[in-house]
């Protein structure tokens, strides 16, 4: 009787502990499961989070290449304004030359003038047109036949006045 007692206590010990072992290996197994559905959503979640900053970093890396290909092209927009301006002066100072000179001379003498100045202004313009891109040639070759096309009107309208 007593090894009885001793027997169901012992059977009934042994399989509260099995009980209990049981218990923590499920919750166990369910804390592993819940880590490891929160470590891939983690994962995703930084791994967009990568693939976003690597957009930005590309977007800006574009960025500033284009800043510095437009630093580039204003620079050397900036140095040809700077040419057109010279060259715009001496155009000027030539003009006001030939200006002072114009009662003086007869109307053979001022086209002498004015081929020659226009001459001297395409030679140097040539020299310019080389250093410029294809495209800003085109601006250049349209500026200076308007320009002749002025002069010619100038030097049309000073013949008339002294025949």
């Given at each position: 009787m007593i090894f009885d007692l001793l027997q169901t206590a012992f059977l009934r010990e042994q399989h509260d502990l099995l009980v209990r072992v049981s218990n923590e290996r499920v919750a166990l197994d369910a804390e592993r499961s819940e880590f490891a559905s929160q470590r891939n959503v983690d994962l995703r979640r930084i791994r967009e989070e990568a693939m976003a900053l690597q957009t930005r970093s590309r977007n800006i890396q574009v960025a500033d290449a284009h800043v510095e290909e437009l630093k580039r092209f204003y620079y050397a927009k900036f140095k040809q304004l700077q040419e057109l301006e010279a060259s715009l002066?001496?155009?000027c100072v030539e003009l006001e030359r030939i200006r002072g000179?114009?009662?003086?001379?007869?109307?053979?003498?001022?086209?002498?003038?004015?081929?020659?100045?226009?001459?001297?202004?395409?030679?140097?313009?040539?020299?310019?047109?080389?250093?410029?891109?294809?495209?800003?040639?085109?601006?250049?070759?349209?500026?200076?036949?308007?320009?002749?096309?002025?002069?010619?009107?100038?030097?049309?309208?000073?013949?008339?006045?002294?025949?």
């Amino acid at each position: 009787m007593i090894f009885d007692l001793l027997q169901t206590a012992f059977l009934r010990e042994q399989h509260d502990l099995l009980v209990r072992v049981s218990n923590e290996r499920v919750a166990l197994d369910a804390e592993r499961s819940e880590f490891a559905s929160q470590r891939n959503v983690d994962l995703r979640r930084i791994r967009e989070e990568a693939m976003a900053l690597q957009t930005r970093s590309r977007n800006i890396q574009v960025a500033d290449a284009h800043v510095e290909e437009l630093k580039r092209f204003y620079y050397a927009k900036f140095k040809q304004l700077q040419e057109l301006e010279a060259s715009l002066m001496d155009e000027c100072v030539e003009l006001e030359r030939i200006r002072g000179s114009l009662p003086e001379a007869g109307p053979k003498e001022l086209r002498k003038m004015m081929t020659s100045s226009t001459r001297k202004r395409s030679e140097r313009e040539s020299g310019e047109e080389r250093r410029t891109k294809n495209g800003n040639m085109r601006m250049i070759e349209m500026s200076d036949e308007r320009e002749r096309d002025e002069e010619e009107e100038e030097e049309e309208g000073h013949q008339e006045g002294f025949v």
